[in-house]
């Protein structure tokens, strides 16, 4: 992995949010990103199945990650997801998002979240926004 990549994955790996809700960063190169989280029964709605906030969240968060590996500064401005099936609690789920387009100023990110055996659990695409030149943000 390139030290710009190593760079990308160790400060969103420190994204507060994301690490409430136990998601890690696995892989990330250039237009792609993959992460994973464990459902925990905390995660569940009350209906008593994984929260869809909890699904969408681990994908978008894959998705700002991808839509950043490349030049520029890009924001979400729109997300669409389709619930295909809920995890269980323990069981390891990954989104995997990779840019499809890059323009001057739109670019579009797939998403697809799987679970166990490679079970599709849903698919959505995300456009994004450039907002110029990624500026330094310090804490």
């Known amino acids: 992995m390139s030290a710009d990549m190593e760079h990308i994955k160790e400060r969103v790996s420190q994204c507060p949010y994301c690490t409430s809700l136990g998601f890690e960063v696995v892989e990330v190169r250039p ?3 993959r992460v994973a989280a464990t459902v925990k029964p905390e995660h569940y709605n009350w209906m008593g199945r994984t929260h869809g906030a909890w699904v969408m969240s681990l ?11 490349i030049p520029g500064n890009y924001v979400a401005i729109q997300f669409n997801i389709h619930f295909l099936s809920s995890p269980e609690a ?4 990954e989104a995997e998002c990779w840019m499809v387009h890059q323009g ?5 990110v797939e998403m697809r ?3 166990k055996d490679g079970r599709l659990i849903a698919h959505g695409t995300s456009n994004v926004l450039s907002i110029g030149e990624r500026a330094s943000r310090r804490r």
Request: no cysteine.
């Open 31 to 33: 237009g792609y990103a």
């Open 113 to 115: 979240v799987t679970g």
């Open 90 to 93: 323990g069981e390891r789920v």
């Open 59 to 69: 994908a978008d968060y894959a998705a700002s990650i991808a839509g950043n590996t």
């Open 104 to 108: 001057k100023t739109l670019g579009l």
